[in-house]
T-cell receptor, first 115, second 113 residues
Framework: DQQVKQNSPSLSVQEGRISILNCDYT??????FLWYKKYPAEGPTFLIS?????DKNEDGRFTVFLNKSAKHLSLHIVPSQPGDSAVYFC??????????????FGKGMKLTVNP | EPEVTQTPSHQVTQMGQEVILRCVPI?????FYWYRQILGQKVEFLVS????????KSEIFDDQFSVERPDGSNFTLKIRSTKLEDSAMYFC???????????FGPGTRLTVL
């Protein structure tokens, strides 16, 4: 079941530069998308979300872009900091239009920010 | 800041034994979930729970699994007869509204020997 795909397993960037994490989905019914960050031995921590009525949502250093026609979303982190080093998960549901609230996750991508 | 808590952090059990994983959701939240992550695999949905009833369950959530909210604060996942393939991290999550963000606990690592 590959409804949510994070095709790159890892990304390494320099401190202060931009990190761009990508996510693709196949289920056109998805209408709510989230990014979670996870450190080892901890649970997923919510970062930012976007519903399908928007194409951009910003929160501090984090911006999520949604391209519905391409079924693609991306998370931009600017500027990247060493503390951002973690595994990032993209997740989706179709809860907004009354569908299921279960989250479907991607496999995750390990971000390393080098000082 | 309120958090979802889970106990124990690590549970080791023998195959065939019953285990109960415990979660305390955030206090004003009404919707509760269990997910699991087998090592090296995706986080997978198991079950959602609202108003003392299961709202939705996945194919994984068979008759060996059950959930309960025994009092006003705890939310439990019981596995009646554990199998080797039940070894995973189990995450509890909660949210105040269906359409709101799900907040996750730190997880319980279940090891079935």
């Amino acid at each position: 079941d590959q409804q949510v795909k994070q095709n790159s397993p890892s990304l390494s960037v320099q401190e202060g530069r931009i990190s761009i994490l990508n996510c693709d989905y196949t289920n056109s019914m998805f209408d709510y998308f989230l990014w979670y960050k996870k450190y080892p031995a901890e649970g997923p921590t919510f970062l930012i979300s976007i519903s399908s009525i928007k194409d951009k949502n910003e929160d501090g250093r984090f911006t999520v872009f949604l391209n519905k026609s391409a079924k693609h979303l991306s998370l931009h982190i600017v500027p990247s900091q060493p503390g951002d080093s973690a595994v990032y998960f993209c997740a989706a549901s179709n809860v907004i239009q009354g569908g299921s609230e279960k989250l479907v996750f991607g496999k995750g991508m390990k971000l390393t920010v080098n000082p | 800041e309120p958090e979802v808590t889970q106990t124990p952090s690590h549970q080791v059990t023998q195959m065939g034994q019953e285990v109960i994983l415990r979660c305390v959701p955030i206090s004003n939240h009404l919707y509760f979930y269990w997910y699991r992550q087998i090592l090296g695999q995706k986080v997978e949905f198991l079950v959602s729970f609202y108003n003392n009833e299961i709202s939705e369950k996945s194919e994984i959530f068979d008759d060996q699994f059950s959930v309960e909210r025994p009092d006003g604060s705890n939310f439990t996942l019981k596995i009646r007869s554990t199998k080797l393939e039940d070894s995973a991290m189990y995450f509890c999550a909660s949210t105040p509204e269906r359409t709101d963000t799900q907040y996750f606990g730190p997880g319980t690592r279940l090891t079935v020997l």
